[in-house]
């Protein structure tokens, strides 16, 4: 075979030969912004010469810091076909973080959104390495205290438009991200052109998400996390029409897009679902969703009680993703495979609550505590480990990667089994278990069960301390707008009863107005643990 290198720009390349007009679609405050592949190949082409103008080289790092729009788009592009690295800043963190992550990333530009100025403005000072700012709007008076700031259409403008990608060796790399911070500071991630090439080769594939030309895709998942689950690139690699979300993206703006621009392939985290189906339940509108072909939830556990909403209300498949920013990100996707095509709906529905099984071109292991194989039996529960192509071998520059990459395994931290057809089922990630007298209670497992009452909007489960069991689980839950203020405890104790073991049932149900959400999205147990430290059972 050729030895012939897998590198990003071929992406870029091939949406600009085989569908120069198909269309990229960004919200914007007023209508939407549209235009082709063809026109950002022209875009990302400038972006890279404007950038090689300010300095910027093989193997240096530019920062973006901004919402899913058509610049960042072009960012997506112009930054790795230069050889250069793109660094996509997660907005939501600390400042602390900021300056933590764009030091340690060493990003010598930054392109910034105009909203989001106001971010980094007091941060200017302490960030060492950053020589110039880009704020991507073509607003010519727009004012910013950022030093060495850049109007973006002006650069863009005053720049060739000549296309020269640099061949580069396919390990180099083309992207970094940082997990969001649970503990300690964040990490990076780098991901190399071919990890992200194979990446979307696999995503692309029918078994998996089946990324394909005909698509119009809605990433509602942020440019910034996660590699934007291989979406840009994935659906770009096919040419298919991308729908971009522009600034603060609510659930009425989704479901406009969803209808308007007739997406068939949405992807975003399960608190967004929640969100869109609480929004339609309260605003009493509605919106025709019959294009969309599915729906691809990741990023936490999906509710079996939404999967079924979801296809009782609004005739939609949601379907479980699984991965991590360590593994650009995807794993795993839920289909159902042929030899299960006997079992009856309420087993398919049961087992669309898995999280799937792992895409080709990786390895899975499950382990115990002493690192040894378990069955994969649907019972034994342990780590689940990986390898493979897009899988990172450690975190960027960072001592801390010696205790996730060991003997050549990423060691996830998720707790799972796997049942003999190779469905993996998360049962929780290992800090969010609850060790009730040194047994392990999945907080997953309680929060499912608990979110299918009918009156439950969410549910997060936590441990809280108690003085003989050491840890004892405790329910925080938010009443959905018919049952706020009427539904009692023991309704919802009761409805879980008699699917769990006596000693998992929660000592105590709190009723809160919305569970705290990390950076991403998804649930964030640490402020809760934090906020029910001292709480006693029946208080
Ligand atoms: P962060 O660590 O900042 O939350 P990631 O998106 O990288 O960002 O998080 C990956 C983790 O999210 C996984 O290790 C797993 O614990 C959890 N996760 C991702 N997808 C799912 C899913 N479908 N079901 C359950 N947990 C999931």
Aim: glycine share 8%; proline share 5%; with cysteine.
């Amino acid at each position: 075979m050729m030895d012939y290198p897998l590198l990003v720009s071929q992406f870029l390349e091939r949406a600009n030969t085989f569908s120069p007009n198909k269309e990229i679609v960004t919200r914007e405050a007023t209508g939407t912004h549209r235009y082709t592949y063809a026109d950002l190949m022209l875009r990302a082409s400038r972006l890279s010469n404007a950038l090689a103008g300010l300095g910027v080289g093989v193997g240096d790092r530019v920062g973006t810091f901004g919402w899913n729009t058509y610049r960042h788009l072009e960012a997506y592009f112009a930054v790795p076909v230069m050889g250069a690295v793109i660094h996509t800043i997660n907005i939501r963190l600390s400042a602390d973080d900021l300056v933590y992550i764009i030091n340690h990333a060493g990003d010598k530009v930054i392109l910034v959104d105009p909203d989001l100025a106001a971010i980094l403005e007091p941060l200017a000072p302490r960030l060492e390495s950053v020589k110039h700012f880009i704020i991507m709007t073509d607003d010519q008076n727009f004012a910013t205290s950022l030093p060495s700031a850049h109007n973006y259409e002006d650069l863009l403008s005053g720049a060739s438009d000549v296309y020269s990608p640099i061949k580069l060796d396919e390990n180099s790399p083309a992207g970094l991200c940082y997990t969001s911070a649970t503990t300690g500071r964040p990490k990076g991630v780098v991901y190399s052109h071919r990890g992200l090439v194979l990446h979307s080769m696999m995503e692309a594939q029918v078994d998996i998400v089946g990324f394909r030309e005909r698509d119009v895709v809605l990433a509602i998942v942020p440019m910034f996390h996660a590699n934007c689950w291989g979406s840009v690139y994935s659906a770009t690699m096919v040419g298919a029409k991308q729908v971009l979300t522009g600034v603060r993206p609510d659930p009425e703006a989704i479901c406009t897009l969803i209808d308007s621009e007739k997406v068939t392939l949405s992807l975003g985290v399960p608190t967004i679902w929640t969100a869109v189906l609480d929004y339609l339940e309260r605003s009493g509108k509605t919106y025709d969703f019959s294009s969309l072909r599915e729906i691809a939830s990741g990023g936490s556990a999906v509710p079996i009680s939404m999967i079924q909403k979801y296809k009782e209300k609004l005739g939609v498949d949601l379907v479980h993703a699984y991965g991590m920013t360590e593994a650009t990100p995807l794993i795993s996707y839920n289909r159902l495979r042929s030899q299960l095509d006997g079992i009856s709906e309420g087993e398919k529905l049961q087992l669309a609550g898995s999280q799937g099984v792992m895409a080709p071109g990786l390895e899975m292991r499950l382990v115990d505590d002493e690192g040894n194989d378990l069955p994969w039996d649907g019972e034994q529960r342990g780590e689940l480990l990986f390898k493979g192509p897009w899988i990172a071998d450690g975190y960027y520059n960072d001592s801390r990667s010696d205790e996730t990459f060991i003997d050549g395994w990423y060691h996830s931290g998720d707790i799972a089994s796997v049942d003999p057809n190779g469905y993996i089922q998360i049962g929780d990630r290992v800090k969010d278990m609850v060790k009730s007298g040194g047994e392990w209670i999945s907080s997953v497992d309680l929060e499912t069960a608990i979110i299918a009452h009918p009156g439950v909007l969410e549910a997060a489960v936590i441990a809280i301390p108690h003085d003989t069991w050491v840890e004892r689980p405790l329910a925080c839950v938010v009443a959905n707008v018919e049952s706020q203020g009427k539904l009692q405890k023991d309704e919802v104790l009761d409805f879980i009863r008699d699917k769990f073991a006596s000693w998992w049932i929660p000592d105590d149900v709190v009723f809160i107005d919305e569970i705290p959400k990390t950076s991403v999205g998804k649930f964030d147990k640490k402020v809760l643990r934090e906020r029910y430290r001292d709480y006693k059972s029946g208080s």
